[in-house]
Structure formats: C-alpha cells, structure tokens
C-alpha cells in the first residue's frame, strides 16, 4: 500500500507488527490483572462487572493475535519485546484495595488507550480499524464511574487518596510510553509519524495529560 496524504505509513511497515504486539500483551495482562482484582470486590456485582471487563480485553487479544497471523507473524513472538515493560508498570502500581483496582482500571488503561489513539492518524485505514476496535471501551467502564463516585459520597476523605493514586497511575503510565518509543525503533517511527516532528511529541503528551483531567473528572477526583 502507497502512502498517501491521509496514511503516514504503509500497512506492512514493521511498526504496525511492533503496535500490534504491544497492544496484544496489553490487553492480555490487563485480562490477567482483572480476573485477579475481581476477587477484591467486596459483593458479587462487582465481581461480575470486572470479570466482564476481563473478558473484552482477552476478546480484543484474540482480534490482535487474528491480525497477527494475517500478516505472518506469531503473536508470541510479537508480544515479547513487551512483557516486561508492561509487567513493570503492573508491578509498580499494584492496587491495595477494591478502590484502588477500579481506578487503575479506568485511568491506566485509559491511559494505555489514548496513547495509542494518538497515533492511529499515521496508520493505513485497514490498521486503524483493528486498533480502535481492540481499545473499544464498554459500557461496562460505567460500573467503575459510579462505585468510585458512590464510595467517595459515603466516605470524602477516599478523594484524596484516590487521586493521589491516580496521579501516580499517570507518571507511571508516561514513563512507561516514553521508554517504549525510545526503545523500538519501528514504533518510534510511527509516533514520530502521528506527531510530525520532536517538537510536537510534547503537545501529544500534552493532551494525554488533558485526557486524564478528563476521566479524573467523570471518577470525582479533580
């Protein structure tokens, strides 16, 4: 595929296997992760809405390991490079309590997500449509909004603590996608593409930052 006006780069670029890869291991530990912090929530609802939130992220996993092999690479193989930036991020922001999960669930994969959406302006058309389907967001996120809201209604002084944490989540989150982008060379291009020049990457994280004002807003905790 010719790059054209609207497609900073080709659909066989190696950044959309490098993209493609990361975003599969995401969603992958992110099922991992929610599976296990649904045994934090103190009733069953909870439960199943996070054990429903697990089953779209192992969903949208198989829907990147499909593209994968549509294109002739292994989905292991591609997920690699990754385990352990992301682990890292995990082991560094693990939740201590119910509260904690739900926020880490809705900010860092919020996150995890925008980032992402930056840069699908530089990808073809064909790419751009499995990365917004493997980032879609459900309904289900809904339930995250409304227990944090109704936990800090019962008890104020969880805001605080809660934004703090929040807070944290976005560091860890920022440093973690600058150390990707330096770190693979084929993503970086594709960044480097989404933005238009080093001086843009800036504004790009920027607005990631505006994007997590945004959802801080929707949990009370600006």
Same mark, same amino acid.
């Given at each position: 595929?010719?790059?054209?006006?609207?497609?900073?780069?080709?659909?066989?670029?190696?950044?959309?296997?490098?993209?493609?890869?990361?975003?599969?291991?995401?969603?992958?530990?992110?099922?991992?992760?929610?599976?296990?912090?649904?045994?934090?929530?103190?009733?069953?609802?909870?439960?199943?809405?996070?054990?429903?939130?697990?089953?779209?992220?192992?969903?949208?996993?198989?829907?990147?390991?499909?593209?994968?092999?549509?294109?002739?690479?292994?989905?292991?193989?591609?997920?690699?490079?990754?385990?352990?930036?992301?682990?890292?991020?995990?082991?560094?922001?693990?939740?201590?309590?119910?509260?904690?999960?739900?926020?880490?669930?809705?900010?860092?994969?919020?996150?995890?997500?925008?980032?992402?959406?930056?840069?699908?302006?530089?990808?073809?058309?064909?790419?751009?449509?499995?990365? &917004?389907?493997? #980032?879609? @967001?459900?309904?289900?996120?809904?339930?995250? /909004? =409304?227990?944090? +809201?109704? !936990?800090? *209604?019962?008890?104020?002084?969880?805001?605080?603590?809660?934004?703090?944490?929040? &807070?944290?989540? #976005?560091? @860890?989150?920022?440093?973690?996608?600058?150390? /990707? =982008?330096?770190? +693979?060379? !084929?993503? *970086?291009?594709?960044?480097?593409?989404?933005?238009?020049?080093?001086?843009?990457?800036?504004?790009?994280?920027?607005?990631?930052?505006?994007?997590?004002?945004?959802?801080?807003?929707?949990?009370?905790?600006?």
């Amino acid at each position: 595929m010719s790059v054209t006006a609207e497609t900073a780069v080709p659909s066989d670029h190696p950044g959309v296997d490098e993209l493609f890869g990361l975003l599969a291991y995401g969603q992958l530990s992110a099922f991992y992760r929610l599976s296990s912090d649904a045994e934090m929530s103190p009733g069953l609802r909870g439960k199943v809405a996070m054990a429903g939130l697990a089953a779209t992220d192992f969903e949208h996993f198989e829907l990147l390991s499909s593209a994968l092999s549509d294109r002739g690479v292994d989905v292991f193989e591609a997920m690699a490079p990754y385990t352990e930036i992301l682990e890292r991020f995990h082991a560094s922001t693990t939740p201590s309590s119910w509260l904690e999960s739900l926020v880490k669930a809705y900010i860092g994969d919020g996150l995890a997500s925008d980032f992402h959406r930056e840069i699908i302006a530089a990808l073809p058309e064909d790419v751009r449509e499995i990365v &917004r389907e493997s #980032l879609e @967001e459900t309904a289900r996120s809904e339930f995250v /909004v =409304a227990e944090v +809201r109704a !936990a800090i *209604a019962a008890n104020p002084q969880e805001r605080s603590r809660l934004a703090l944490w929040a &807070r944290r989540l #976005l560091g @860890e989150a920022v440093t973690q996608a600058q150390y /990707v =982008a330096m770190q +693979r060379e !084929a993503l *970086a291009e594709l960044v480097m593409a989404a933005a238009g020049d080093i001086n843009n990457l800036a504004v790009l994280f920027d607005r990631l930052q505006d994007e997590h004002a945004r959802r801080m807003e929707a949990l009370g905790l600006s």
